[in-house]
């Protein structure tokens, strides 16, 4: 294809820039979602492509911003697993920068999210037994500032893309 009627092509995006444009970038994300180690070779093969089309979808994926990045997840042992709760927070918000600062030196907070709904936010927590998870779950009902928590504990990972 000439270069002047590819780029007349790239004009005409109907997608934003970093949005999968069909079924198969979505497919191809799914894949290195689960395996980012999977060589460019299978990715062709088990979505029926060409090796050369995986190579031009995962640059064109890469330089709109669509992929960022490859990473690597560390394994705990089993032993370490430990338990895992998504807990609904509902904070006074004239006491919202205090109890953020309190909660973030939790070792056990694995993430905290201000969300929209019943909740301001959403405290992801892993301890490593149920008995710290309640003591923690007093820590920070007990915090000025906190009116109300609610903890939903994670009983089976079904998919896990983070």
Do not use: W
Request: no cysteine.
């Amino acid at each position: 294809m000439p270069a002047t009627r590819r780029r007349a092509t790239a004009q005409r995006e109907p997608f934003p820039l970093a949005a999968p444009r069909d079924a198969l970038d979505r497919e191809l994300i799914s894949l290195l979602q689960a395996n980012a180690r999977e060589s460019v070779a299978d990715l062709a093969r088990k979505l029926g492509a060409a090796r050369t089309t995986m190579l031009a979808r995962l640059a064109r994926l890469e330089a709109s911003g669509a992929i960022v990045g490859y990473t690597v997840r560390l394994g705990t042992e089993a032993g370490e697993q430990g338990v895992h709760a998504y807990v609904g927070i509902s904070i006074n918000p004239k006491l919202q920068r205090d109890v953020i600062r309190r909660l973030t030196k939790l070792p056990e907070l694995r993430q905290l999210a201000s969300v929209s709904g019943e909740f301001d936010y959403m405290a992801m927590l892993r301890a490593p037994t149920t008995m710290r998870l309640d003591a923690l779950l007093d820590e920070i009902g007990e915090l000025d500032g906190v009116l109300r928590t609610t903890t939903s504990v994670v009983l089976a990972v079904r998919v896990d893309r983070v």
